[in-house]
């Protein structure tokens, strides 16, 4: 089974600072894939950003980029220049890729990180 | 406009009744997902239906059940058999094939037992 570790319960960001959420994740499987889910006060999970583990680039979309460290089953958030609507939960997620291709895809989270953008 | 939706918003239950919560998509999506977030937990997975007529139980399936009769839709009943059944459900569904995996989710039911 798997198990994905959010080690930090909340943390505070200066407006147009820099943050980054920390997440581990504990498997056997070699084919997966990694996400970043937000969710905001109207707890909506919006995702933020994908990683594939076969690929070695670490994802970027606009403001926010991970830094995948497979061999340390590390995930972790970047969020540059901070902006208010970036306050939420942030959950780290697991998904294990079925060999045969018949298989739940089920999503495994962590606990979540609360962020808080501060004016 | 494509999408999830989850109704009612909010639901209250008393003891040893049974709910049935909704959940509809319009993303032509095959596989549906339900799931149950407690305060300071993450998502946990019940149920989830790869295609119509079959469905699969998740983590923690116990007290709940589902069917899938329609691709759209994928109700979620909350029987009188679950113990601790306040909490927050969300559906979510994802397009088959392993080329694109984003699970999408429905805005949630907050489910309260009085």
């Known amino acids: 089974a798997q198990t994905v570790t959010q080690s930090q319960p909340e943390m505070s960001v200066q407006e147009a600072e820099t943050v980054t959420l920390s997440c581990t994740y504990d498997t056997s499987e070699n084919n997966y894939y990694l996400f970043w889910y937000k969710q905001p006060p109207s707890r909506q999970m919006i995702l933020v950003i994908r990683?594939?583990?076969?690929?070695?680039q670490n994802a970027t979309e606009n403001r926010f980029s991970v830094n995948f460290q497979k061999a340390a089953k590390s995930f972790s958030l970047k969020i540059s220049d901070s902006q208010l609507g970036d306050t939420a939960m942030y959950f780290c997620a697991f998904m294990k890729l079925p060999y045969s291709g018949a298989g739940s895809y089920q999503l495994t989270f962590g606990k979540g990180t609360k962020l808080s953008v501060i004016p | 406009d494509g999408g999830i939706t989850q109704s009612p918003k909010y639901l209250f239950r008393k003891e040893g009744q049974n709910v049935t919560l909704s959940c509809e998509q319009n993303?032509?999506?095959?596989?549906m997902y339900w799931y149950r977030q407690d305060p300071g937990q993450g998502l946990r997975l019940i149920y989830y239906s790869q295609i119509v007529n079959d469905f699969q139980k998740g983590d923690i399936a116990e007290g709940y059940s589902v069917s899938r009769e329609k691709k759209e839709s994928f109700p979620l009943t909350v029987t009188s058999a679950q113990k601790n059944p306040t909490a927050f459900y969300l559906c979510?569904?994802?397009?088959?094939?392993?080329?694109?995996?984003?699970?999408?989710f429905g805005p949630g039911t907050r489910l309260t037992v009085l």
């Open positions: 990683q594939e583990a076969y690929k070695q």
């Open positions: 979510a569904s994802r397009t088959s094939g392993r080329s694109y995996n984003e699970q999408f």
């Open positions: 993303l032509n999506h095959d596989a």
